[in-house]
């Protein structure tokens, strides 16, 4: 049994960018594809599948720029199990002044930070992609 499913998919994404694979696979749950469908709007992943079968996956098509670098530069989970990171509309952290993106639980749905400033919501910040 795994005890936190997302930074397992955050750590086989950081490490599949790191040894500059095309795609990832991983156990697939409706929270983790919400995560994937946030990524690629965001441009740091290009695509996604999810595949029905016997047992579930996620196939997480990974983006490249110049010189094979990544699309990202680093993700960290910001909210675990043992230590759940809840903030309100006007908290939401600004990951690299601007320049990344938080991704937070709300009430509304799984949305970044600048969407649920907007909206006006608080929540649990999962994790923050720079």
Same mark, same amino acid.
């Given at each position: 049994?795994?005890?936190?499913?997302? !930074?397992?998919?955050?750590?086989?994404?950081?490490?599949? !960018?790191? !040894?500059?694979?095309?795609?990832?696979? =991983?156990?697939?749950?409706? =929270?983790?594809?919400?995560?994937?469908?946030?990524?690629?709007? $965001?441009?740091?992943?290009? #695509?996604?599948?999810?595949?029905?079968?016997?047992?579930?996956?996620?196939?997480?098509?990974?983006?490249?720029?110049? #010189?094979?670098?990544? !699309?990202?530069?680093?993700?960290?989970?910001?909210?675990?199990?043992?230590?759940?990171?809840?903030?309100?509309?006007?908290?939401?952290?600004?990951?690299?002044?601007?320049?990344?993106?938080?991704? =937070?639980?709300?009430?509304?749905?799984?949305?970044?930070?600048?969407?649920?400033?907007?909206?006006?919501?608080?929540? $649990?910040? =999962?994790? $923050?992609?720079?």
């Amino acid at each position: 049994m795994m005890t936190d499913p997302i !930074a397992d998919m955050l750590t086989r994404i950081r490490n599949a !960018a790191q !040894a500059q694979h095309e795609h990832t696979i =991983l156990p697939s749950s409706k =929270l983790k594809a919400q995560l994937a469908e946030i990524l690629k709007q $965001e441009g740091y992943i290009d #695509d996604y599948r999810v595949e029905d079968g016997v047992q579930n996956s996620l196939t997480i098509f990974l983006k490249y720029g110049r #010189d094979r670098q990544s !699309a990202f530069v680093g993700m960290r989970r910001a909210s675990r199990p043992g230590r759940r990171f809840y903030v309100g509309h006007h908290d939401i952290p600004r990951v690299q002044n601007g320049m990344g993106v938080a991704i =937070l639980s709300t009430s509304v749905g799984i949305m970044t930070g600048r969407d649920a400033r907007d909206k006006r919501v608080g929540g $649990e910040v =999962l994790c $923050e992609v720079w």
